[in-house]
């Protein structure tokens, strides 16, 4: 299973950024999809991550700015991203697991990333 990436970009400080990652393959369900990010020098971190049921939870860092959204028919997920501070430039990554192929085949994916930079 892949996961494409895509929406990342220069904005500046209280601007607006929509991400988005497709996930293809022989899929057969999705259960987590997240989005994970990396500052350099810096470890990846959780950003948000949404259930197949649309449970969703946020880093601390992100709630009331950033929203996580998905769209089970087209298996893509979405981070709507409110507010950007410069504290929010990273290497965002997004992930997901599931079930995969007619042998039901257990998936973890990582997308492939997409830079944010926030200026000041």
């Known amino acids: 299973v892949q996961l494409q990436a895509s929406g990342g970009g220069l904005v500046q400080a209280g601007g607006s950024l929509r991400l988005s990652c497709a996930a293809s393959?022989?899929?057969?369900?999705?259960?987590?999809m997240g989005w994970y990010r990396q500052a350099p020098g810096q470890q990846r971190e959780l950003v948000a991550i949404?259930?197949?049921?649309?449970?969703?939870n946020y880093a601390d860092s992100v709630k009331g700015r950033f929203t996580i959204s998905r769209d089970n028919a087209k298996n893509t997920v979405y981070l709507q991203m409110n507010s950007l501070k410069p504290e929010d430039t990273a290497v965002y990554y997004c992930n997901a697991d599931g079930i995969f192929s007619s042998h039901y085949s257990i998936f973890h994916s990582w997308g492939q990333g997409t830079q944010v930079t926030v200026s000041s």
């Open positions: 949404i259930s197949s049921a649309g449970s969703t």
């Open positions: 393959g022989k899929i057969i369900s999705i259960n987590d």
